[in-house]
């Protein structure tokens, strides 16, 4: 059975950083690429950053860009965000995301991802 659980959100101010972490368990974890989405209240979940099943690739959306950083250890199983100069739009319900298919680069929408952490709440004062 495949569990994400996401950690390390909070409350911060606009240009502080924050970390996320998704520990992955019940599946082989180095094989699939994973990814983190983003939901604002009262929009559509979004994708955010993924990385490749061998953290070689990453790709980004446009809005987090030069801020963000996406990383994975699979050795822990685990998946990171790094996130910094945040703004107060990053206001979301963090999710992380396994892909779907193995040995794939990273995708930037939701049909490529099959299962979901119950996602980590990031609120960013003004």
């Known amino acids: 059975q495949v569990q994400l659980v996401e950690s390390g959100g909070g409350l911060v101010q606009a240009g502080d950083s924050l970390r996320l972490s998704c520990a992955a368990s019940?599946?082989?974890?180095?094989?699939?690429?994973m990814a983190w989405f983003r939901q604002a209240p009262g929009k559509e979940r979004e994708f955010a950053a993924a990385v490749s099943w061998g953290g070689q690739y990453t790709t980004y959306a446009d809005s987090v860009k030069g801020r963000f950083t996406i990383s994975r250890d699979n050795a822990k199983k685990t998946v990171y965000l790094q996130m910094n100069s945040l703004k107060p739009e990053d206001t979301a319900v963090y999710y992380c995301?396994?892909?779907?298919?193995?040995?794939?680069?990273?995708?930037?929408?939701?049909?490529?991802?099959?299962?979901w952490g119950q996602g980590t709440q990031v609120t960013v004062s003004s």
């Open positions: 995301a396994k892909g779907n298919t193995e040995y794939t680069t990273p995708r930037r929408t939701r049909d490529e991802y099959e299962y």
């Open positions: 019940g599946h082989t974890f180095s094989s699939y690429a």
